[in-house]
């Protein structure tokens, strides 16, 4: 990362340049997949030997990784073809159209629970009353305006993940901005957040790099200037590297980068590890970044598993993973207290789950919190499909089709 800062002005606008290629890195949106069902698990209340380790702990720090990724892909993907104001206002419209349809198509599904818990009471397990608590009124008008990630609100509430989702629309919006002010003058801008960020998260945030509403937006813009300036000063040479692959036959280049591979992940799992609930997260980006680095090369053995189909649907379903999550498993939590008051089992109950008290899948049967886990990610995985085909992917062809009209 040493080169963000350095080379000519000719250097720097062929690195530029390299976004108009338009670049297609099926390694990095395997990635992508992996980070949201590692944050899923994450958020599961369950005891099932693994949800209690150093690494899982701390996995919260992988939406740090969409982050990184997200401003490497855009950079990739716009670059400078931001150079007007009509352009900026459809790639804007774009990412709007990206984000907000399945943002608030879950949203409608909490409001629509909230409303049959108002209808049955039965159904509120001891908990809050309907719209009370952090799911109110005034926090579903944030929500809906999608600014309950930019330091607004006073917590977290209704789809709890998609604070990040306000936070990477309005840094889509940044970077527009200060690409149509600034042109290729535009790294010395973006290289303020990936500079003051740290600071910032270091001095303000009151759990480091776990910032969320509070901090959130603090926390984005600093993963996703510095995804930008990663492609901005690498995209070349992993461009140059990514087509030697495709001309040559090179097995010790292959093993090397296999070597690299490996490492890295180990890497990545050690940080995360050791991490998760102290100042060494807030390296997380450079170290996101340095991963990145290395994958969108797609070289060793470990990308060529990552290649494989499964992975690049799992790839796919990202977004929809994110989104879903939380309300799959809030309805599983109702689910097992419901089979509790039925059949005498002792399925639910409270428990302390990354140092909260929290009402979750409390079973001390090891086997039965593996065989629930495992049920949360299918159920997970079809659901996300299910809005991946019939909300994401519909609502993306009709937003880009309106900006060509615009």
């Known amino acids: 990362m040493a080169q963000v800062a350095i080379g000519t002005g000719e250097e720097r606008a062929a690195n530029l340049s390299i976004a108009k290629a338009g670049e297609r890195y099926e390694v990095l949106d395997s990635w992508r997949g992996i980070c949201?069902?590692?944050?899923?698990?994450?958020?599961?209340?369950?005891?099932?030997?693994?949800?209690?380790?150093?690494?899982?702990?701390?996995?919260?720090?992988?939406?740090?990784?969409?982050?990184?990724?997200?401003?490497?892909?855009?950079?990739?993907?716009?670059?400078?073809?931001?150079?007007?104001?009509?352009?900026?206002?459809?790639?804007?419209?774009?990412?709007?159209?990206?984000?907000?349809?399945l943002h608030i198509f879950m949203l409608a599904a909490f409001v629509g629970f909230e409303l049959l818990r108002l209808a049955l009471p039965q159904l509120r397990n001891g908990g809050e009353a309907p719209f009370s608590g952090g799911d109110n009124l005034a926090s579903l008008l944030e929500n809906v305006f999608?600014?309950?990630?930019?330091?607004?609100?006073?917590?977290?509430?209704?789809?709890?993940?998609?604070?990040?989702?306000?936070?990477?629309?309005?840094?889509?919006?940044?970077?527009?901005?200060?690409?149509?002010?600034?042109?290729?003058?535009?790294?010395?801008?973006?290289?303020?957040?990936?500079?003051?960020?740290?600071?910032?998260?270091?001095?303000?945030?009151?759990?480091y790099m776990d910032a969320t509403w509070d901090y959130g937006f603090a926390r984005c813009l600093y993963g996703f200037s510095l995804g930008v300036l990663l492609c901005w000063f690498q995209g070349r040479a992993i461009k140059q590297e990514r087509q030697r692959l495709a001309e040559e036959h090179d097995?010790?280049?292959?093993?090397?980068?296999?070597?690299?591979?490996?490492?890295?992940?180990?890497?990545?799992?050690?940080?995360?590890?050791?991490?998760?609930?102290?100042?060494?997260?807030?390296?997380?980006?450079?170290?996101?970044?340095?991963?990145?680095?290395?994958?969108?090369?797609?070289?060793?053995?470990?990308?060529?598993?990552?290649?494989?189909?499964?992975?690049?649907?799992?790839?796919?379903?990202?977004?929809?993973?994110?989104?879903?999550?939380?309300?799959?498993?809030?309805?599983?939590?109702?689910?097992?207290?419901?089979?509790?008051?039925?059949?005498?089992?002792?399925?639910?109950g409270p428990m302390t789950y990354h140092g909260d008290a929290v009402t979750g899948f409390a079973t001390s049967n090891l086997a039965t919190g593996v065989a629930i886990t495992a049920a949360m990610i299918c159920l997970t995985l079809s659901v996300s499909w299910f809005t991946w085909r019939f909300v994401e992917m519909p609502s993306l062809a009709r937003f880009r089709g309106a900006a060509k009209r615009l």
């Not at 306000?166 to 500079?195: D, K, N, Q």
């Not at 100042?279 to 797609?298: K, L, T």
């Open 251 to 348: 097995p010790a280049g292959r093993a090397a980068w296999t070597i690299t591979e490996i490492a890295t992940l180990v890497a990545l799992f050690v940080f995360v590890s050791m991490a998760g609930d102290n100042a060494m997260g807030i390296a997380a980006p450079f170290v996101f970044a340095f991963a990145i680095n290395v994958f969108a090369h797609e070289r060793g053995f470990v990308s060529d598993v990552l290649r494989l189909k499964p992975f690049l649907w799992l790839g796919a379903l990202s977004y929809s993973i994110y989104l879903t999550h939380i309300f799959v498993q809030s309805r599983m939590i109702n689910a097992g207290g419901v089979a509790d008051r039925i059949f005498h089992t002792s399925l639910i």
């Open 146 to 207: 999608l600014i309950h990630g930019l330091g607004f609100a006073h917590g977290l509430s209704w789809n709890s993940p998609s604070w990040s989702i306000s936070t990477e629309f309005f840094a889509y919006v940044t970077f527009a901005l200060v690409m149509l002010a600034f042109g290729r003058r535009a790294w010395l801008i973006l290289l303020a957040p990936v500079v003051l960020g740290p600071i910032l998260l270091l001095k303000l945030s009151p759990h």
């Open 36 to 101: 949201a069902l590692l944050v899923a698990l994450f958020h599961f209340p369950v005891l099932n030997g693994i949800s209690d380790s150093a690494f899982l702990r701390s996995s919260y720090l992988f939406v740090d990784f969409f982050f990184v990724l997200s401003g490497f892909v855009i950079a990739s993907g716009y670059g400078n073809r931001l150079g007007d104001g009509k352009a900026a206002v459809r790639f804007v419209f774009v990412r709007f159209g990206r984000l907000y349809p």
